[in-house]
């Protein structure tokens, strides 16, 4: 029975004394059942903490030896891994220890070689001296000439490159640029046709009979010496029958005094004041006739609004020659010619007509005046008031270079008039060094076998050797010799240089 349910019941009795005892009593049963409780209780906690101690102590010793386990097994692990390591390294060891064994012999033996490729390397250059050595005395040169002759192989090989690069690119132009030119001057050509004419530095008068040379001679050679003081002329009386010669530089001069033998032979009163009058009159119908040859000019080529003086310089050149050719016809031949070939390329035509009429006015006075007659006619045109583009056109008619296109065609003009066939006309001993100098400046060109010059010295023909010249050289060769003709020679119009190249096989069947 419960204590408290006992305590109650005695409370209940109402006994007091016995109550109090009984309680105590029941009271210290109670706290002895307590203590033993809480005795109890502790036992159990200390049991289980016991327990708990235990189980914690195994769970330690437990992770401990786990924790040993696995670091032993760690341990073991890089102790097998270090085992194997050191296992490489020993043979990596032994390894490089063999290689470099083998590199100490390859050494060695690579020393060994070293020295014979230096005794090989030795004796070749040896041996190579004296190869050279006898090339030299071999082939009389040495390096340096050699070497010399090397460049100058590659400088003619780089010549012939360009020699046929420069062929192959005339060759691709030359057909359009001739057709065109031929086409140009053909018709500019067959449009003009003008006389031939061949004069010389002398003037013949014939007489009636060989009794009018005394006459002429005068007593003590009076009367010629007077025609000659008044017309500062030579008079040359020698055993042709019925002929006297009148000599002088100045076709004016000639043409007065042959004017005047003339007139005194038909008056036959020959003395010196007769001299003096018919040389007066000449010198008036001279002038007259310089005149109207220079206002003939204008009119033949339709040039307008020069100055009468420049008309009458231009009318003197109908006396003056040059290589045989009269220089007023050719004047007015270069005019007709540059008008039409500025008409078929479309340059002015009256300046080119005006500079090709006056390009040669100069010629009238270079008796008088030192000079070239290109700056000469040049300025007497410019004094005269020719404008600027004709003045060009007069003073560059012999240069290389041309500030327009008038000057070019009348330069072409001129060229064309001097070249034409018959135009001009030399003494036979000119005639034959010209063509002999021709000649000689073709043939001193290595490889050439023989030259002919033709056509009047208009052209000269190079025949070449094939064996040491092909078709590129024989172009480059053309060119090398107008370069030389131009520079050494002097020549009229101009010069056609024909390189023959040619190889014959000839057999002869018997």
């Known amino acids: 029975m419960d204590i408290t349910i006992i305590l109650a019941v005695l409370a209940t009795a109402g006994t007091t004394g016995i109550g109090v005892t009984l309680w105590l009593f029941l009271q210290s049963k109670k706290d002895g059942k307590r203590v033993e409780n809480a005795k109890e209780q502790a036992n159990n906690v200390l049991s289980q903490a016991e327990e708990e101690k235990r189980k914690v102590l195994l769970a330690a010793q437990e992770e401990v030896l786990n924790l040993r386990t696995a670091g032993e097994q760690e341990i073991k692990e890089q102790r097998q891994e270090l085992t194997r390591l050191e296992r490489r390294f020993q043979q990596r060891e032994e390894h490089l220890e063999t290689k470099t064994e083998a590199l100490e012999k390859q050494q ?148 007065i005094a042959r004017l005047a033998l003339e007139k005194l032979i038909a008056d036959g009163r020959i003395q010196p004041a007769r001299i003096e009058e018919m040389v007066n009159r000449a010198q008036t119908d001279i002038e007259q006739t310089i005149r109207k040859a220079g206002e003939q000019a204008t009119f033949d080529t339709s040039v307008t609004g020069i100055n009468s003086d420049l008309i009458y310089y231009l009318g003197r050149l109908k006396y003056r020659y040059s290589y045989g050719e009269n220089v007023l016809k050719h004047s007015i031949e270069v005019g007709l010619l540059s008008g039409m070939l500025a008409a078929e390329v479309g340059a002015n035509i009256k300046i080119a007509t005006l500079g090709g009429l006056l390009h040669d006015v100069g010629k009238a006075l270079t008796h008088e005046i030192p000079g070239p007659h290109a700056e000469i006619g040049a300025d007497l045109a410019q004094k005269n008031g020719i404008n600027h583009d004709a003045y060009l056109c007069i003073l560059e008619h012999h240069d290389d270079d041309h500030s327009s296109m008038e000057s070019f065609i009348v330069a072409a003009a001129d060229a064309i008039s001097a070249a034409r066939p018959g135009a ?61 003709v131009e520079q050494d020679l002097v020549f009229p119009g101009q010069i056609k240089v024909t390189v023959i190249r040619e190889t014959r096989a000839v057999e002869i069947a018997r």
Request: hydrophobic share 40%.
């Open 108 to 255: 060695g033996d690579l020393t060994k070689q070293q020295g014979k490729v230096e005794e090989t390397l030795q004796e070749a250059e040896e041996l190579k001296v004296k190869r050279l050595h006898t090339l030299e005395e071999t082939a009389a040169l040495t390096v340096t000439d050699a070497r010399a002759m090397v460049v100058q192989q590659g400088e003619e090989e780089a010549k012939h490159d360009l020699a046929r690069r420069y062929y192959e690119l005339e060759r691709e132009h030359k057909a359009t640029a001739d057709e065109n030119a031929r086409r140009i001057l053909t018709l500019a050509i067959n449009r003009l046709a003008t006389d031939v004419v061949s004069e010389t530095t002398t003037s013949v008068v014939s007489l009636p009979n060989d009794d009018m040379k005394g006459r002429l001679i005068g007593r003590e050679g009076r009367n010629i010496r007077a025609l000659e003081a008044m017309t500062g002329v030579d008079i040359v009386v020698d055993d042709t029958p019925e002929v006297v010669t009148i000599s002088c530089f100045d076709p004016v001069r000639r043409e």
């Open 424 to 484: 001009r006309k030399e003494s036979l001993g000119q005639y034959v060094k010209r063509l002999q100098d021709l000649e000689e400046a073709a043939i001193s060109f290595g490889g050439v076998e023989k030259a002919f010059a033709i056509q009047a010295g208009r052209e000269v023909r190079v025949m070449v050797k094939p064996e040491d010249m092909d078709d590129v050289s024989s172009a480059a060769l053309a060119r090398d010799i107008v370069k030389k």
